[in-house]
């Protein structure tokens, strides 16, 4: 198939060049221009909400104006659980219709920083496949690293993700977390933090150096901004001691000291480790925490992680003995399912408990489907949502952490 415009590199070096300096508003502008070049008729950029229950499309530099100055603003909105789109988004692969008219195939192509999901590109052209349609998942992988550059420092990017006002505590701690995914040919590792407009104390990390994966997930006492200071308190001496070339232990104690300093009389439990990437040895500390579940082979390993937790963090106490730590070697395609206890606590309107099984359970049976670890978690956060009628008493966190090393091949 032969299609007029310009090269894929030259399109792409410019895309390039002007995304140094681009703002978020002219980010629809550069994209729709750089499909045409390419040969399509049409490209538009659509973003998941904090829920990821929509896809919304980025707004126009006149709907942006309006965004900016407070007013409301109706902006395109796409379903993700019923619609090709996303389909698309769900499972991470490109979704393309031929119609029969000109300019009428339509393909909704997943926009992928690294591993981590951020929504979907609609391009449109007489036909979508071969060289063009490579071209198309080009300008969307550029797209997404776009995107990923502008969100952190862009109050329309946030706007638009969300549909609601965001409580005090809950901006404090998104400012907090990190990505909600990372990963490597060797792991990923994936979190979910709801209620995600209303959310007090919960807070997980993880991040990579060289081999070695840290992982955190938190839960402090309360659901007000006091507990999400707590749990950013925590996370700041974490990251200060790690980075600083502190062990699991050394993190414990340095959280200790920090609360009791700074947020006395507020406790916090936590599960701190180290996955190392090359061998599968993981190493952990449990603080007061439930203790992480194991997934392998299809099923639920009862009891790998069960051990005497330590006491919470917070009590400043330093005649206490320092945490245990404790070892477990993994197998490839193990996953790692940390959560706070609002998660198997959450409770339907009948006073049943979501519980461990149910939640091993989910996870489970979205893995055997073949789907990503975030669209695995999306499911059991909706899962969760329904059990308790939309309505969460306690925050619910969950981080399920994949060691798929590459010489075992994909999971």
């Known amino acids: 198939m032969s299609f007029h415009g310009s090269g894929l590199g030259e399109v792409l070096a410019d895309v390039l060049a002007a995304a140094h300096r681009l703002t978020p508003r002219e980010i629809p502008a550069l994209v729709q221009d750089a499909a045409v070049r390419l040969g399509m008729t049409e490209a538009r950029v659509f973003v998941a909400d904090l829920q990821q229950d929509q896809l919304v499309a980025l707004p126009t530099p006149e709907q942006t104006e309006l965004l900016v100055a407070g007013s409301p603003v109706e902006l395109e909105s796409i379903a993700v659980d019923t619609s090709l789109a996303g389909r698309a988004y769900r499972a991470e692969t490109a979704q393309i219709t031929a119609g029969t008219g000109p300019h009428s195939a ?83 590792s994936s979190a979910l933090l709801e209620p995600a407009y209303e959310v007090g104390g919960d807070a997980f990390d993880h991040s990579l150096s060289g081999t070695r994966l840290h992982l955190t997930l938190l839960d402090a006492m309360g659901h007000d901004l006091a507990s999400g200071g707590c749990s950013a308190v925590a996370l700041a001496a974490c990251r200060s001691t790690r980075r600083a070339g502190g062990d699991l232990v050394d993190i414990s104690e340095q959280i200790d000291r920090a609360l009791a300093r700074w947020i006395p009389d507020r406790l ?144």
Request: hydrophobic share 45%; proline share 9%.
């Open 106 to 188: 339509v393909g909704w192509l997943p926009l992928v920083d690294g591993v981590g999901r951020l929504g979907v590109l609609k391009v449109t052209a007489p036909v979508l496949e071969g060289p063009l349609l490579e071209h198309a998942e080009a300008l969307a992988s550029l797209t997404a690293m776009t995107l990923a550059t502008k969100q952190h420092y862009s109050d329309v990017l946030a706007q638009t993700i969300r549909s609601h006002p965001m409580a005090l505590q809950a901006e404090l701690l998104w400012a907090f977390v990190p990505p909600r995914t990372i990963g490597t040919a060797a792991f990923t």
């Open 268 to 411: 916090l439990t936590c599960v701190i480790a180290d996955l190392d990437t090359a061998t599968g040895r993981l190493d952990w500390i449990n603080c007061g925490h439930p203790a992480p579940l194991l997934v392998r082979d299809g099923r639920l390993v009862t009891g790998a992680f069960d051990r005497h937790p330590h006491l919470p963090l917070g009590l400043g106490d330093p005649g206490l003995p320092p945490p245990p730590v404790h070892t477990f070697r993994l197998q490839p395609g193990d996953r790692v399912l940390m959560f706070t206890d609002g998660v198997t606590e959450a409770r339907s309107a009948t006073g049943e408990q979501f519980g461990e099984e149910r939640l091993a359970d989910t996870v489970v049976r979205a893995m055997a489907d073949g789907l990503p670890a975030p669209e695995a978690l999306r499911r059991l956060i909706q899962r969760i949502l329904l059990h308790q009628d939309r309505k969460l008493r306690d925050d619910a966190t969950i981080l399920l952490t994949e060691w798929h090393p590459q010489s075992a091949g994909p999971i």
